[in-house]
């Protein structure tokens, strides 16, 4: 097993481009008197590792999912569960919670659903920039091709730099109130919900070996929520356990 150390540092280098996703649109569905709840879902992809297969180097990608989910004026994060570094894989029931009410700056943090304790209690905008990849925003390269956008921008092969990016846009989520970007939702009349960053294979001195292609994923995703009866039951509970918290 190679340990990909140069992820943080192409990290580093996406954050430049990268602030994090600002959402402000929720909504639910009312269907034979039961609450549907609608989640918008914040997915990344990115490499953590490389590994050697028949002499093969391949590379393992973790993907990492943040919903947030609106019930009324509370609004509840559901977090990546915890991921197994060597297989990618997640493990089931780790998932954290972090609820708030949208008129309250503060809220309390939940190591998983079911969690009956009170909970940490947090700073709204502490959490949402730390976790929750808030303000998220992609700006528009200047040699780029629409409506499928492929701009090449290392022309030095640096291999901590992406050679490629694509954005990928639709209207099927134009009238959600949220973006990936502003200025480009505006200028092409439709949602950028997808965006990849490629790095192309190219040999790497400091493992002395090529490097197979990378990518980096950032799409967004509306939902329905599957456990609509827990997440509405936690919610209650919350109410209960926090009587001094805010509920309007």
């Avoid at 028949?54 to 609004?75: L, P, W």
């Avoid at 701009?151 to 992406?162: A, E, G, R, V, Y």
Wanted: glycine share 4%.
């Amino acid at each position: 097993m190679i340990e990909f150390k140069t992820i943080s540092k192409a990290v580093t280098v996406t954050a430049l481009l990268i602030c994090t996703c600002c959402f402000t649109a929720w909504h639910s569905e009312y269907s034979n008197n039961r609450v549907k709840l609608k989640a918008i879902q914040s997915i990344a992809i990115y490499p953590v590792n490389l590994y050697k297969e028949n002499e093969t180097i391949k590379i393992n990608s973790i993907t990492d999912t943040v919903s947030r989910i609106c019930s009324g004026n509370f609004i509840l994060y559901k977090l990546p569960s915890v991921t197994e570094f060597v297989t990618g894989k997640q493990i089931k029931g780790t998932d954290p919670y972090f609820i708030y009410n949208k008129n309250c700056d503060f809220g309390y943090y939940f190591s998983k659903i079911k969690d009956t304790g009170s909970g940490k209690k947090w700073i709204v905008d502490s959490f949402l920039i730390k976790y929750a990849r808030d303000k998220q925003v992609f700006d528009t390269p200047t040699d780029s091709i629409w409506p499928l956008q492929k701009t090449i921008k290392n022309q030095q092969k640096d291999s901590l730099i992406f050679d490629s990016i694509y954005y990928y846009y639709t209207k099927n989520l134009n009238k959600l109130d949220y973006t990936l970007s502003k200025g480009l939702d505006s200028s092409k009349g439709m949602k950028l919900y997808k965006v990849r960053l490629i790095y192309a294979s190219k040999f790497s001195s400091t493992y002395k070996t090529t490097l197979p292609v990378r990518e980096f994923r950032f799409e967004l995703r509306e939902v329905s929520v599957e456990n609509t009866e827990e997440v509405l039951q936690f919610i209650e509970h919350f109410k209960i356990r926090h009587k001094e918290y805010p509920v309007s």
